[in-house]
C-alpha cells in the first residue's frame, strides 16, 4: 500500500532558528513530490519536486528530492511566527500513465515559532 | 480568477442526519478530488469527479457519496452520520488533465461536527 510519512510530527522553534522537516514515501509510479502549507484551513501550495528538478527555492523556503532515499526535506531558515502552520508533504497517485486525481498525504509536520 | 468556494463552511448534525457539501471549483477546471482532515488520520482521499464521472475513489464506506454537475461543481453526501465522520471536509480542485500531475487548488473546508 503507498504511504507516506513525516517526521517529526510537531517541533517548536524560536525566531530565527533554522528548521528541517522530513518526509519519506513509499509508492508505486512515483513522478512527484509536493509540500503544501495549511495554516488556518485551506492547505495552499509551495514546491512540486520531481526527477527532472529535485531541488526547489523561494525565500527562507526550501526542499530537495532524493529519490535514491525515497525522502524528501523542507527546509526553513530564519524562521518567524509567521511560519507557523502544519506542513504537510502529499504524493499523487498513478494508475498506468493516468493521473487519478489523489493525493497521498502524510500526517504532518506541526511547527510552532515563538517570538 | 476566484479560487475555491464551499459551503457551508460550518455545520453541526445529529448522528443518523445525513449531509451535503458543496464545492465550486476554479473556472475552467474539470476536477475536484475531496479529503476527510481528522487529527489522527490526517488527510485521506475521499474521491475525485472529472467531467461528471466518478474517476477515482478512497477506502470509505458507502455512506459517503459525490456527484459532479456539467458545471463542474461538486456535491459529496454522507448518509447516517456517526461521530467519527467530524473532520474537516475539503475539496480540491484541478484541470484534470490525462497523465502528467496537475496542482490541486483547496477549498477553505467545511467543518462538520457531528453530535
Known amino acids: 500500500e503507498d504511504k507516506v510519512v513525516q517526521s517529526p510530527l510537531s517541533l517548536v522553534v524560536h525566531e530565527g532558528d533554522t528548521v528541517t522537516l522530513n518526509c519519506s514515501y513509499e509508492?508505486?509510479?512515483?513522478?512527484?513530490l509536493l509540500w503544501y502549507k495549511q495554516e488556518k484551513k485551506a492547505p495552499t501550495f509551495l514546491f512540486m519536486l520531481?526527477?527532472?528538478?529535485i531541488e526547489k527555492k523561494s525565500g527562507r523556503l526550501s526542499s530537495i528530492l532524493d529519490k535514491k532515499e525515497l525522502s524528501s526535506i523542507l527546509n526553513i531558515t530564519a524562521t518567524q511566527t509567521g511560519d507557523s502552520a502544519i506542513y504537510l508533504c502529499a504524493v499523487p497517485s498513478y494508475r498506468g500513465s493516468g493521473n487519478t486525481g489523489k493525493l497521498i498525504f502524510g500526517q504532518g509536520t506541526t511547527l510552532q515559532v515563538k517570538p | 480568477k476566484a479560487g475555491v468556494t464551499q459551503t457551508p463552511r460550518y455545520l453541526i448534525k445529529t448522528r443518523g442526519q445525513q449531509v451535503t457539501l458543496s464545492c465550486s471549483p476554479i473556472?475552467?477546471?474539470?476536477?475536484v478530488s475531496w479529503y476527510q482532515q481528522t487529527p489522527g488520520q490526517g488527510l485521506q482521499f475521499l474521491f475525485e469527479?472529472?467531467?461528471?464521472?466518478?474517476?477515482n475513489k478512497g477506502n470509505f464506506p458507502g455512506r459517503f457519496s459525490g456527484r459532479q454537475f456539467s458545471n463542474s461543481r461538486s456535491e459529496m453526501n454522507v448518509s447516517t452520520l456517526e461521530l467519527g465522520d467530524s473532520a474537516l471536509y475539503l475539496c480540491a480542485s484541478s484541470p484534470g488533465l490525462a497523465g502528467w500531475y496537475n496542482e490541486q487548488f483547496f477549498g477553505p473546508g467545511t467543518r462538520l461536527t457531528v453530535l
Open positions: 469527479y472529472f467531467s461528471e464521472t466518478q474517476r
Open positions: 509508492v508505486t509510479n512515483f513522478r512527484s
Open positions: 473556472s475552467g477546471h474539470r476536477s
Open positions: 520531481t526527477s527532472s528538478g
